[in-house]
C-alpha cells in the first residue's frame, strides 16, 4: 500500500451534477497530481497542485479544478458532469524539491469510480 | 508528440516464461520512465523506473532496457508468475514537468 487514500470508492452522478473527490497524500509527500482513467485506457493527466498552487495542467476543460490543503490533501471538482466524465480517477502523491523541480516518482491511490449516468 | 505507444495491447505467457512488453516515445524531452503494474479496481503501482542516461535497469525479475537512439524501452519479466497477471503501463515524464504521459496499457495473463 502507497499510503495515499481516496474517497468516495465508488460515486454514481446525473448528468450536470457537481462533484467532488478528495485525496490524502502519502506521508512526506508534498504534490498532489490528479488523472482520469478510463476504461481500458492509461491514466490522463488532469493537473497538479503543489504547495497549495496549480503547478501544471493537462488538456481538461475549466469545469475540472482542483484545491490542495496546508496538511497537503487535495481535491478535485468535476462540474456540469458530463456521460464522458464517467472514468476511474486516481490521485498520487510525490515529493517536489522545489529548488530542483525534481521530483520522486508519484504514488497512486486506489482511486475513485465516477460513473455519470 | 506527447505520445507514448505501447504494445502488445494483450499478452498471455505460461508459467516460467519470458514477458516483454515494449513502449516507444517521440518527445526528446521526456527525463524519466516508470513502468506501473495494475490489478483490477486498484490504482497503479510503481514497478520500476529508468532515466535516459542507463540503458538497462534490473531490480529482481524485472528489467527494463532503454535504447535512446531508437527511442524505446522495453520491460522483461523472467520467471513469470501468476501472480504476475496484471495490466501494465509504460509512462513517460516531460523534463522540467510534473505530467507522467501514459501508454494504453497491455494486460498480462500468466498461465499455470
Known amino acids: 500500500e502507497t499510503g495515499v487514500t481516496q474517497s468516495p470508492t465508488h460515486l454514481i452522478k446525473t448528468r450536470g451534477q457537481q462533484v467532488t473527490l478528495r485525496c490524502s497524500s502519502q506521508?512526506?509527500?508534498?504534490?498532489v497530481s490528479w488523472y482520469q482513467q478510463a476504461l481500458g485506457q492509461g491514466p490522463q493527466f488532469i493537473f497538479q497542485?503543489?504547495?497549495?498552487?496549480?503547478?501544471g495542467r493537462g488538456n481538461f476543460p475549466p469545469r475540472f479544478s482542483g484545491l490542495q490543503f496546508p496538511n497537503y490533501s487535495s481535491e478535485l471538482n468535476v462540474n456540469a458532469l458530463e456521460l464522458d466524465d464517467s472514468a476511474l480517477y486516481l490521485c498520487?502523491?510525490?515529493?517536489?524539491?522545489?529548488?530542483?523541480?525534481?521530483?520522486?516518482?508519484?504514488?497512486f491511490g486506489p482511486g475513485t469510480r465516477l460513473l455519470v449516468l | 508528440q506527447q505520445q507514448v505507444k505501447q504494445s502488445p495491447q494483450s499478452l498471455i505467457v505460461q508459467k516460467g516464461g519470458i514477458s516483454i512488453i515494449n513502449c516507444a516515445y517521440e518527445?526528446?524531452?521526456?527525463?524519466?520512465f516508470p513502468w506501473y503494474q495494475q490489478f483490477p479496481g486498484k490504482g497503479p503501482a510503481l514497478l520500476i523506473a529508468?532515466?535516459?542516461?542507463?540503458s538497462e535497469k534490473k531490480e529482481g525479475r524485472f528489467t527494463i532496457s532503454f535504447n535512446k537512439s531508437a527511442k524505446q524501452f522495453s520491460l522483461h519479466i523472467m520467471d513469470s508468475q501468476p501472480g504476475d497477471s496484471a495490466t501494465y503501463f509504460c509512462?513517460?515524464?516531460?523534463?522540467?514537468?510534473?505530467?507522467?504521459?501514459f501508454g494504453k496499457g497491455t494486460k498480462l495473463t500468466v498461465n499455470p
Open positions: 498520487a502523491s510525490s515529493l517536489a524539491d522545489k529548488k530542483a523541480m525534481v521530483q520522486e516518482t508519484q504514488y
Open positions: 529508468i532515466r535516459p542516461d542507463v
Open positions: 509512462a513517460a515524464r516531460l523534463g522540467g514537468s510534473e505530467k507522467l504521459v
Open positions: 506521508s512526506g509527500h508534498n504534490t
Open positions: 497542485y503543489y504547495r497549495e498552487e496549480e503547478n
Open positions: 518527445n526528446t524531452a521526456f527525463d524519466y
